[in-house]
C-alpha cells in the first residue's frame, strides 16, 4: 500500500465587510434598512453604556464581581439580530448585549449580577436560557435543544455562544459533534477574545483558528471579523439558512480582543502589554460601526449624543428600580432557597426551612407538617 | 517562625515541596504567569519555570487526566482545579482511574497526585463559585481528602499531601485564605493524614468540624464557656477520607454530647458519616442525641443570601444549647 493523499473539500472562509475607518464592501453589504443599522448601533451603544455602568456600581459594591463585555458588542448583536424571537439563545457570560437585545429587562440583570437567583430568570415570550458559569457546558444544551427541534419537526435555530479557551473542554467537542452527527440546526458562536483569564490562545490550542476545528466535525467553519457587526451578522444569517433548509451545525470563530479584565477580580497587568491592547483599541467594533454609519450619512455626534443621553436615562431608572427590589421583602426573603428546588418541596426541606426559620426567630410563619424528623432534640423522649 | 495568612502558608508549603523534590510540578489553569487566581501559586513559575510550573488548557477533565499520566511516569503532579466547583469535569478521571490504579493493579502503579481546589462560600461569589461537596470525593474509595482551617496546619496538611503515596483531594476553605495569619515554624511541619486534631479541650459536649466552619465552632466555645459556664470540647477533623474516628469517639465518650457542624449539605455529608461512628460506638455514652449542623439540601444561595445558608457562631451555639438542654 502506497502512501497517499486523502483529499477533502474543506475550507475556512473568512469575513470581513466594513474595515477599520468604515468603508465597506458594496458586495457582501447586507440589505438592511436605515432603521434597521441605527437600530444595530444603538443596542451596542445601549450595550457598552451599561458595561460601563456595571463597573462603576462594582467599584462602589452596588453589585459583585462580572465579567465586562465592552468590545463583544458586534459578536453578540450581529449574531442575535439575525435569529428570530422564538429560535433558542443560549449564552455562556459575556453576551450582555444579546441579553437586552432579547428583552431581557435590565433591572434583571443587575440583579443577577447584585447576587438574586430572580436575576437568572428568562422574560415570557422568548426561548433563552440563563447565564452559564461552568465553561462549555452550555454547548450540549444547545445540540440537545436543536436535536429536539429536528425530532418534533420544529424550524427553529439555536445560538449558542462560548470563549476560545472553551473550545478546550471536553463539552465544546462532544457539544458539536453531537450537533453533528444529529444535524442539529446549531450555530456555534465562538467569542474569540484571544484570551481565558491570563491564558492566550496559544495556551488553548495549536491550531491558527478555532474556525479550522470545525473539519474534524464535517461541518461548516468560519473565521469571522468580530469587530465587525455586519460581517457577524451576515455569517450568522447564512448559518441560519443552511440550519433552516436542514444542512446542521456552523461554527463561526468571530475574532475580538478582551479590551478589559477578565473580570472586575482579575488584574490584566500581570500577563499582556499595553501595546497589543492600543493596537486593538483601534479596531474597536463601535467604533468602526460609528463610522460606516457616518459615510452612510445616518449618524453624526449630535444624534449620537442624543442616543446617549436617552440611554443613560434608562440606565439610571434600571439601576434605581434593581435597587429597589434589593431592598424587598420578596427578594430578600431568604426561606425562598427551599422553594424552587423541586417541583413539590420534599419532607426533608421542609424540615430545613423551618430550622432556618426558627434560627432567624420567625419559626411560626413555616408549617410545621407533623414530622418525626423534625427536631428529635426538641421533641423525642429520653430514654426510648 | 513567621506570622502568615493562609493563602500564603499553601504557596510557601508549595515552594519548599518543590525545592526539596525535582519529581513536584504545579499545572492548571492561570497558575503559571498569573500565578493563580488566589495568586496560591506566587512566584512559583518565577523560580521553577515552564517545565515544573505551568498553564494548562482549560479543561478539568484535561488537568486530572494527564496528572495522573504523570504521576505514573514517576512524577508529583499538584494539579490546580480554579474552582472546586469546577472540578466535576474531572471526576469521571478521579473516580475511575486515579482512585483505582492502585487496587486495579494490585499495588503495580499507582497515582501520587494532589488535586488542589479553593471550596467553600463566604467571598460573594457567582453561582458554582461557593459549594463545599468534599463529601463526593469522601464517597470515592482510593481517594484521600484533607481540609485545612487555619495557615499552620494548611501548609503541613500541603507536606503530606505532596509525600503521599495515594490520591488527595485537597479542598482549601478559600473565605479563610485571607482571613486571619498565625504562626508557622521556620522548620518544614508535616501533619499525619488520619488524624483529627482536639483544638480546645473540655468536658461538657463535643463540637465537631473541618475548614471553615472551625472558626465559628471556636467562637462558640467561647460563647458557651462565658455565658453558660459549659465546657466544649473542639475537635477539628482535618482529614475527612481517611477519617480519625478515635479521636472524636473518645470525646464523646467523655462528653455525652456532640454537635457536628459542616458547610456542606447535610444528606450523606461528612456529618452523617461522624454521626454513624458515633453511633457505632460510643452509643450508650450518648446523653442526647448528636446534632447536625450544617449547610442545607439547597444549592447555596446567590451571595446576596450566601449568609443565611453558612453555619454561623449563633447557630452552632443554639445547637449545642440544644444538646444540652435535652
Ligand atoms: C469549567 C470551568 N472551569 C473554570 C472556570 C473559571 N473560568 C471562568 S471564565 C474562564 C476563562 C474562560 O475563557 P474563554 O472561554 O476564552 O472565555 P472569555 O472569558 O475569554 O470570554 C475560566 C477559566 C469556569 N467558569 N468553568
Redesign the pocket.
Given at each position: 500500500m502506497p502512501r497517499k493523499e486523502l483529499e477533502f473539500d474543506y475550507t475556512v472562509e473568512t469575513l470581513s465587510i466594513v474595515d477599520e475607518e468604515g468603508n465597506v464592501d458594496k458586495a457582501l453589504e447586507p440589505k438592511l434598512s436605515d432603521k434597521e443599522l441605527l437600530d444595530m448601533f444603538r443596542w451596542m451603544l445601549y450595550s457598552r453604556r451599561v458595561d460601563e455602568r456595571q463597573l462603576n456600581l462594582q467599584r462602589q459594591g452596588r453589585i459583585g464581581t462580572f465579567?465586562q463585555s465592552t468590545g463583544?458588542e458586534a459578536i453578540g448583536l450581529g449574531s442575535v439580530f439575525a435569529i428570530e424571537k422564538s429560535d433558542w439563545f443560549v449564552p455562556?457570560?459575556?453576551e450582555l448585549v444579546c441579553f437586552l437585545y432579547r428583552g431581557w429587562p435590565l433591572e434583571r440583570l443587575l440583579l443577577y449580577w447584585a447576587g438574586f437567583e430572580e436575576g437568572a430568570v428568562p422574560p415570557e415570550g422568548v426561548n433563552d436560557l440563563p447565564i452559564c458559569?461552568?465553561?462549555?457546558?452550555q454547548l450540549l444544551h444547545a445540540s440537545g435543544i436543536g436535536m429536539a427541534n429536528n425530532i418534533k419537526g420544529e424550524n427553529k435555530v439555536v445560538l449558542t455562544y462560548?470563549?476560545?479557551?472553551?473550545?478546550s473542554?471536553g463539552d465544546f467537542h462532544e457539544g458539536i459533534n453531537f450537533a453533528a452527527v444529529f444535524n442539529a440546526p446549531v450555530i456555534f458562536v465562538c467569542?474569540?477574545?484571544q484570551?481565558?483569564?491570563s491564558e492566550p490562545l496559544h495556551k488553548?490550542t495549536r491550531t491558527k483558528t478555532i474556525a479550522q476545528k470545525a473539519v474534524g466535525y464535517g461541518v461548516p467553519g468560519v473565521r469571522v471579523d468580530g469587530n465587525d457587526v455586519l460581517a457577524v451578522y451576515v455569517a450568522t444569517k447564512e448559518a441560519i439558512e443552511r440550519a433552516r433548509k436542514g444542512e446542521g451545525p456552523t461554527l463561526l470563530d468571530c475574532l475580538t480582543y478582551?479590551y478589559t479584565p477578565?473580570?472586575t477580580a482579575d488584574d490584566p497587568k500581570k500577563y499582556r502589554s499595553d501595546e497589543e491592547a492600543q493596537k486593538w483599541a483601534k479596531r474597536e467594533p463601535l467604533i468602526r460601526f460609528a463610522k460606516y454609519l457616518e459615510k452612510k450619512g445616518l449618524l453624526n455626534d449630535e444624534k449620537r449624543q442624543k442616543m446617549e443621553t436617552e440611554i443613560d436615562e434608562e440606565i439610571k431608572e434600571a439601576v434605581k428600580k434593581m435597587e429597589t427590589l434589593a431592598k424587598s421583602k420578596e427578594l430578600m426573603e431568604p426561606l425562598a432557597m427551599f422553594d424552587f428546588l423541586y417541583a413539590d418541596v420534599p419532607v426533608h426541606l421542609e424540615v430545613q426551612k423551618h430550622e432556618l426559620a426558627e434560627s432567624l426567630g420567625r419559626g411560626d410563619e413555616v408549617s410545621t407538617k407533623s414530622n418525626p424528623q423534625r427536631s428529635i432534640a426538641g421533641t423525642a423522649k429520653r430514654g426510648g | 517562625m513567621a506570622e502568615i495568612n493562609m493563602a500564603k502558608s499553601i504557596n510557601m508549603a508549595l515552594f519548599e515541596a518543590m525545592e526539596k523534590d525535582s519529581r513536584v510540578v504545579v499545572l492548571g489553569?492561570?497558575v503559571g504567569i498569573d500565578e493563580g487566581v488566589f495568586r496560591i501559586t506566587e512566584g512559583l513559575h518565577a523560580k521553577f519555570g515552564d517545565k515544573r510550573v505551568f498553564d494548562t488548557p482549560?479543561a478539568?477533565s484535561g488537568i486530572i487526566g494527564t496528572s495522573i499520566g504523570m504521576a505514573i511516569n514517576g512524577l508529583l503532579p499538584v494539579a490546580e482545579i480554579?474552582?472546586a466547583g469546577?472540578d466535576y469535569?474531572a471526576y469521571q478521571q478521579l473516580e475511575s482511574h486515579a482512585a483505582r490504579f492502585r487496587n486495579r493493579t494490585r499495588g503495580r502503579v499507582t497515582v501520587p497526585m494532589v488535586m488542589r481546589a479553593p471550596s467553600g462560600a463566604g467571598i460573594r461569589a457567582l453561582e458554582?463559585h461557593s459549594e463545599s461537596r468534599e463529601a463526593i470525593y469522601c464517597h470515592t474509595p482510593g481517594l484521600k481528602v484533607v481540609m485545612p482551617s487555619g495557615p499552620r496546619n494548611a501548609r503541613a496538611l500541603m507536606h503530606a499531601a505532596i509525600n503521599d503515596p495515594d490520591p488527595v483531594i485537597y479542598y482549601e476553605p478559600k473565605a479563610l485564605y485571607r482571613l486571619f495569619k498565625e504562626e508557622v515554624p521556620d522548620e518544614i511541619e508535616v501533619m499525619p493524614i488520619g488524624k483529627a486534631q482536639v483544638v480546645r479541650p473540655g468536658s461538657d459536649i463535643t463540637i465537631i468540624s473541618y475548614g471553615a466552619t472551625m472558626r465559628p465552632c471556636l467562637e462558640a466555645a467561647e460563647l458557651l464557656m462565658e455565658e453558660d459556664g459549659v465546657k466544649a470540647e473542639v475537635i477539628d477533623l482535618l482529614s475527612l477520607m481517611p477519617l480519625d474516628t478515635e479521636t472524636f469517639v473518645n470525646s464523646v465518650a467523655k462528653t455525652g454530647r456532640a454537635v457536628v457542624v459542616h458547610e456542606g449539605p447535610r444528606a450523606c455529608g461528612v456529618a452523617a458519616e461522624v454521626v454513624s461512628r458515633i453511633n457505632e460506638n460510643v452509643f450508650l455514652y450518648l446523653e442526647a442525641p448528636v446534632i447536625r449542623l450544617t449547610g442545607y439540601d439547597v444549592p447555596v444561595p446567590y451571595f446576596s443570601k450566601e449568609k443565611f445558608y453558612i453555619p454561623d457562631t449563633d447557630k452552632v451555639v443554639e445547637a449545642c444549647r440544644k444538646t444540652l438542654r435535652f
Open positions: 465579567p463583544h455562556a457570560y459575556r458559569v461552568p465553561v462549555a457546558s462560548f470563549g476560545d479557551g472553551s473550545s473542554e467569542e474569540n477574545n484570551f481565558a483569564i488553548q478582551r477578565h473580570t | 489553569q492561570d482549560l478539568e480554579q474552582f469546577f469535569y458554582h
